[in-house]
């Protein structure tokens, strides 16, 4: 029988945890192509389909805290193996559903299992990988898989949608869960022991999950239910003092779920800011460009994918090797605040789109900054976010980082895209032509996200230089 050497196997390993997180990063984009097709088949009427994206995003938001901090007191192996479970049978529940009910319960319980993998994967990848040129490579890989799994998700879904039906989206991930299931239960290294049960931290955990699932439940029928609502408003206050009411429980508490002083420590605290301010960045950067491409430029669904392959090129090349490179003769500092930089003139370029825009003249280049931004940006930020904590807090630290990225690019994309209507309404209303119109309210947003790259890219300045 043919043995693996302890070096290869962490690698493989490697590679079978990037796959699982793939299946997670790609079902954050992959249903919106696909939203036409399951509108029709299941007689959703607008405002229920949208609980098809929302449903996920609740569960996946609300529950990655926990989810890390789980993986701290059970086991990251565990945590990861059942996260991955659930994942993968609920994306059969979704592929074979025939209601609007069955669709949308099983999509809350793939954010769910989503939440827990995303959580544990980075702790288990910090834990394989403990020399600083390994583990910079490692999180290369990582990031990339983070960083280009959205847009690969565009091109995947118009394919599968169009060669056989929406059902499809969901049933590819059977093959690939069982499939990562089973090469982790032989590669992953057993748990060792973890925190005590006694330890557990219930009311904590309570109130930072409601307060987490209320915030993105408001966020994302913002635009809907209106900023300024009563419902939206009450929701945001409720989830403020839910977050209250955790930091009281955490001072007191012998055994705090998020021991509040990891936040002293520096570059945690700046690279979670800096994680926000970029995902409130890349977010709108992906969402409202597709909408450009589709709706200013009359791509197809598969043409906008294809659009956004130059940025998936540039970033793998950067993510899986000269990125480590970087950071092994730079350390974080430089890289991040650099990629940073590069994303926000990238943006600057996308706030200046034309109506009748040429994809090699007006599109291709920002494409291609934003993909150098990311691969160069995106391995530091996660390293500074992990160094620096104890092995016990890893699923702790990948929970908040994660955390970050999420809620950052909930609420920066809400906040852009009804900034970009409320520009779209002004400018129809001053007599602007619809099209234009259309196209003034994406240039605002694109302006705004590459201030929103550019402050990531000052505050990253700050961090403690480290290799």
């Not at 900023?227 to 705090?256: C, D, G, N, Y």
Request: charged share 10%; net charge positive.
């Amino acid at each position: 029988m043919l043995k693996i050497n302890e070096h290869n196997k962490h690698w493989l390993t490697l590679i079978v945890l990037c796959l699982g997180e793939l299946m997670i990063v790609l079902d954050t984009t992959i249903v919106n192509v696909a939203l036409p097709s399951i509108r029709t088949d299941l007689a959703f009427n607008e405002t229920s389909l949208v609980w098809v994206v929302n449903a996920y995003m609740l569960t996946f938001g609300g529950f990655l805290l926990l989810g890390g901090r789980l993986g701290d007191f059970y086991g990251h192996r565990k945590a990861f193996l059942v996260g991955l479970t659930l994942f993968t049978v609920a994306s059969l529940a979704c592929g074979l559903a025939n209601s609007q009910a069955i669709l949308i319960i099983a999509r809350a319980i793939q954010g769910l299992g989503g939440a827990v993998v995303s959580a544990v994967a980075l702790s288990l990848i910090m834990d394989l990988f403990a020399q600083p040129d390994e583990r910079a490579k490692a999180m290369g890989v990582y990031g990339f898989v983070c960083a280009g799994g959205g847009s690969i998700g565009v091109l995947l879904g118009g394919l599968l949608t169009s060669a056989f039906s929406w059902h499809w989206i969901f049933l590819v991930n059977l093959p690939i869960g069982i499939a990562v299931f089973f090469l982790c239960m032989k590669l992953l290294p057993r748990d060792q022991t973890q925190t005590e049960a006694t330890s557990h931290d219930v009311g904590g955990a309570l109130t930072i999950t409601a307060s987490l699932m209320l915030a993105v439940y408001a966020i994302v029928n913002g635009n809907e239910a209106g900023w300024t609502s009563t419902q939206t408003m009450s929701l945001l206050l409720t989830s403020v003092a839910l977050l209250i009411a955790f930091i009281f429980i955490e001072q007191r508490v012998k055994h705090p779920l998020i021991p509040l002083g990891i936040f002293r420590l520096r570059n945690l605290a700046i690279a979670n800011i800096a994680a926000i301010l970029w995902a409130a960045a890349m977010f709108a950067w992906f969402f409202i460009s597709a909408l450009y491409m589709q709706s200013v430029l009359g791509y197809s669904a598969l043409q906008v994918g294809l659009a956004f392959l130059p940025a998936n090129v540039i970033m793998a090349v950067f993510s899986l090797g000269i990125s480590a490179k970087l950071i092994m003769r730079f350390g974080i500092k430089i890289p991040l605040a650099s990629g940073l930089f590069m994303a926000a003139i990238g943006l600057a370029l996308f706030a200046r789109m034309p109506v009748a825009g040429n994809f090699v003249v007006d599109v291709l280049p920002g494409m291609l900054l934003l993909g150098l931004g990311a691969g160069v940006a995106f391995n530091p930020m996660l390293l500074a976010a992990m160094n620096d904590v104890k092995p016990s807090e890893s699923g702790l630290a990948s929970g908040v980082i994660n955390t970050s990225f999420m809620m950052g690019g909930a609420l920066g994309l809400a906040i852009l895209a009804s900034l970009a209507a409320m520009q779209t309404r002004h400018l129809a209303s001053e007599g602007v032509i619809p099209i234009s119109a259309l196209n003034g309210g994406y240039q605002l947003a694109f302006a705004l996200a590459a201030l929103f790259a550019l402050a990531g890219a000052v505050l990253s300045v700050f961090l403690t230089a480290k290799k």
